[in-house]
């Protein structure tokens, strides 16, 4: 499974210039866990950062000025940081496997003399095959729509097949958009697929309680609200593990006793609940907000072709918090699998990071100038050493060993 190894965002909204994991600048720096959550208070910047990961996804999908335009965006100069005239940066690091050379992926936004927003410039670098140090050599690199891309997985013409001139139709539109679909550049298109499969959750629970009449997804989508159609697409294509599933989320929610599939007679597919201290079943309608989430993340942790990286703004809302442990464990065995993703959270809950340990946990704050800061929970002095003589990250955390705002 491909893995963020680290990202720097800077001039989107709040964060001026944040950094998680190692990037080209932080060569130094570890790379990011398979699971990470992010803590602060209230208006430092925890939804900024999901949507920073958004954001990048719907310039892909969709062109930077669409991307921007979006109603919750706003528009370019909504979304660059108050006061700064520099253009909203991207440096990301991934790995496509263990074993393969790790890319580095440069993204500048700023306004044309129009004011639309377009992309400034794009880079793409790697390491020679067989290069062990050094600075990693472009094979993508676009300033204003012109540069050049080198084909196959090469970055020198002795290596690779040929060197070739870009001019972009359209700056808008990002380069590993189009040269993504070739099969001349194979390093693109992973990287690509790899960018379009981030996986944002939003969900809404009343939403997940629609049925519709037909259709079957094969993932679930940002808002639940095709959470029938998921479970159509598995029952349809795997009846077998489909019904392990059922078994195993059964197992996992608070005063069920199992889960059971009953076909309507206008052939939609309904789930059956029995629970605890009643003798008729009930369904997904009539389930509570906070079971029916619990519902959709754990049947989220059942899919069989995972995102690469999911994103989650704070899962707890309408759970417990004897709840939250288990979440977070299910959270960590999902994470750790093969072929698991990485998941990125953002949280209140102290009994959430309780399960978490200090190199999985960044702390965002908000200077007196208005922007975010980040760093580790492990970087805080006396906090891994508290952490090494038992006490839980989270009661650290309630007790204020972080030194952050009240929540």
């Known amino acids: 499974m491909a893995i963020l190894e680290g990202i720097q965002i800077q001039n989107y909204r709040a964060l001026k210039d944040v950094v998680l994991g190692r990037t080209i600048f932080e060569a130094k720096a570890e790379t990011l866990p398979r699971l990470m959550a992010v803590i602060g208070a209230n208006g430092v910047g925890k939804s900024s950062l999901l949507d920073a990961l958004g954001f990048l996804g719907d310039c892909l999908g969709e ?57 400034t410039r794009e880079r793409l670098r790697q390491r020679r095959q067989g290069q062990t140090d050094g600075q990693p050599y472009s094979f993508v690199d676009l300033t204003d729509g012109k540069g050049f891309a080198w084909s196959g997985d090469a970055t020198k013409e002795q290596e690779g097949k040929d060197k070739i001139s870009i001019k972009m139709s359209d700056r808008q539109v990002l380069a590993i958009s189009t040269l993504g679909t070739l099969s001349d550049h194979p390093r693109i298109a992973k990287f690509r697929k790899f960018l379009s499969g981030w996986y944002l959750s939003y969900f809404v629970p009343e939403l997940a309680r629609s049925q519709p009449m037909s259709g079957a997804d094969p993932h679930l989508d940002r808002r639940g609200e095709n959470l029938a159609k998921y479970l159509r697409f598995i029952q349809r294509e795997r009846p077998i593990t489909f019904k392990d599933m059922l078994t195993r989320v059964s197992r996992k929610i608070p005063g069920i006793q199992s889960i059971k599939s009953v076909p309507a007679p206008d052939r939609r597919l309904l789930l059956e609940f029995h629970a605890e201290g009643y003798a008729e079943p009930f369904f997904q309608q009539d389930m509570s907000d906070g079971s029916l989430k619990l519902l959709a993340y754990l049947l989220l942790m059942e899919d069989p072709v995972p995102a690469p990286l999911i994103g989650i703004e704070e899962p707890e809302n309408g759970l417990h918090h004897q709840l939250l442990g288990l979440l977070a464990s299910e959270f960590k065995t999902f994470a750790s699998q093969p072929k698991g993703p990485q998941i990125l959270i953002t949280t209140h809950a102290p009994s959430l990071v309780d399960a978490l340990s200090p190199d999985e946990v960044w702390i965002l704050t908000k200077g007196h100038d208005g922007f975010s800061n980040m760093k580790r929970a492990k970087d805080v002095p006396s906090v891994q050493a508290m952490f090494d003589e038992g006490i839980p990250l989270g009661s650290l955390w309630f007790s204020n060993h972080f030194g952050l705002d009240p929540q």
């Not at 109603?71 to 253009?87: A, K, N």
């Not at 991934?94 to 377009?118: A, F, K, M, W």
């Open 63 to 119: 062109g930077v000025e669409a991307a921007c335009d979006k109603p919750h965006r706003g528009g370019f100069e909504r979304l660059r940081t108050q006061g700064s005239t520099e253009p909203i940066c991207f440096e990301i690091r991934y790995r496509e496997n263990s074993n393969s050379r790790p890319i580095n992926y440069t993204l500048h936004i700023d306004c044309d003399t129009q004011g639309r927003p377009v992309v």
